[in-house]
């Protein structure tokens, strides 16, 4: 039997969805960090992203910021989904975004084309 009134501590139901490209980052660790600046318009429900923009020191994050198709498809999804961080390990690069809860839970085909341009421009890198 579950308990009806759960303690509010322990493990939470978050899930985050994880991409990884297989590519060594090196001595220029730097090179691969990015993640999106977004413009957006409105309040709450119904703010919408106008313009992304890319973060980064190394020449991903310019190579990112010149793939205007990229930043279109972007632009046209909500801003949690519009959040995107990428971020080299020691073996390989991982594109994510935010944290969602079992419902929210998903990706659309929409950013999985996303994340597959990215990883593109990780390869190239």
């Not at 308990?3 to 001595?27: E, H, T």
């Not at 632009?75 to 020691?90: F, G, H």
Request: glycine share 6%.
């Amino acid at each position: 039997m579950q308990d009806p009134n759960p303690l509010p501590w322990g493990a939470l139901d978050r899930f985050q969805a994880q991409f990884i490209v297989r590519k060594s980052a090196g001595s220029s660790y730097a090179n691969y960090l990015a993640k999106t600046k977004l413009t957006t318009k409105g309040h709450f429900a119904s703010k919408i992203v106008t313009k992304v923009e890319w973060i980064g020191t190394g020449s991903l994050a310019f190579r990112l910021n010149a793939d205007a198709d990229l930043n279109e498809m972007i632009a046209k999804q909500s801003v949690k989904d519009a959040t995107i961080y990428v971020e080299p390990t020691d073996v390989a690069v991982r594109i994510r975004g935010k944290w969602d809860n079992h419902i929210a839970f998903g990706i659309t085909k929409e950013l999985f084309e996303i994340y597959d341009l990215i990883a593109g421009h990780i390869k190239s890198v």
